[in-house]
């Protein structure tokens, strides 16, 4: 079954230090998430993206957050400056169409850890 | 965000019993509503989702139950594995919003052989 892959799995970096999580969404999928969980909390939506652009994002999702797809298979997360608190769970997602007949799948998230 | 709210963080059940996870929400422009399952170092796997318009769907042993006046929703595992052992999300999402979705908090289900 396709899956959502996503690299690193863990990446340590340094607060003030530029990250950028990888993520391949599946084939034909057309909407990709970004979603976070900070241990401890909930899974919280950072973003989403559609038609090469991004079609909704949280308050959370400032300028120090940007994603990209590069090419026709990767869905990136960058975020320029790092902070203590983005240490979190990062997930990715992605889905054919919008919906609950639609759903989202996700990867197997990368565990960031900043000190 | 309080908008979606398991209020169970954990269930322990016998195998072969049933388990009732549920779920509570407050947004009524939600349009559907969707349970996961997370097992440790894994992302969550999407299980099984309702309509708003609808007060049943069943797939299987998984059966999500829709009370919209209550702003309710409940699943529904029978009979319950050992494989089940879990962490389950309720989440929401409303086409209006972008489809992103609302997670509550999780319920950690333990099912005893």
């Known amino acids: 079954e396709p899956e959502v892959t996503q690299t690193p799995s863990h990446q340590v970096t340094q607060m003030g230090q530029e990250v950028i999580l990888r993520c391949v969404p599946i084939?034909?999928?057309?909407?990709f998430y970004w979603y976070r969980q900070i241990l401890g909390q909930k899974v919280e939506f950072l973003v989403s993206f559609y038609n090469n652009e991004i079609s909704e994002k949280s308050e959370i999702f400032d300028d120090q957050f940007s994603v990209e797809r590069p090419d026709g298979s990767n869905f990136t997360l960058k975020i320029r400056s790092t902070k203590l608190e983005d240490s979190a769970m990062y997930f990715c997602?992605?889905?054919?169409?919008?919906?609950?007949?639609?759903?989202?799948?996700f990867g197997d998230g990368t565990r960031l850890s900043i000190l | 965000d309080q908008q979606v709210k398991q209020n169970s963080p954990s269930l322990s059940v016998q195998e072969g019993r049933i388990s009732i996870l549920n779920c509570d929400y407050t947004n009524s422009m939600f349009d559907y509503f969707l349970w996961y399952k997370k097992y440790p170092a894994e992302g969550p796997t999407f299980l099984i989702s309702?309509?708003?318009?609808?007060d049943k769907n069943e797939d299987g042993r998984f059966t999500v139950f829709l009370n919209k006046s209550a702003k309710h929703l409940s699943l529904h595992i029978v009979p319950s594995q050992p494989g089940d052992s879990a962490v389950y999300f309720c989440?929401?999402?409303?086409?209006?919003?972008?489809?992103?979705?609302?997670f509550g908090g999780g319920t950690r289900v333990l099912v005893k052989p």
């Open positions: 997602a992605s889905s054919y169409g919008q919906g609950g007949n639609q759903p989202q799948h």
């Open positions: 989440a929401a999402s409303a086409v209006a919003a972008g489809n992103k979705l609302t």
């Open positions: 084939s034909n999928h057309l909407y």
């Open positions: 309702i309509s708003s318009i609808k």
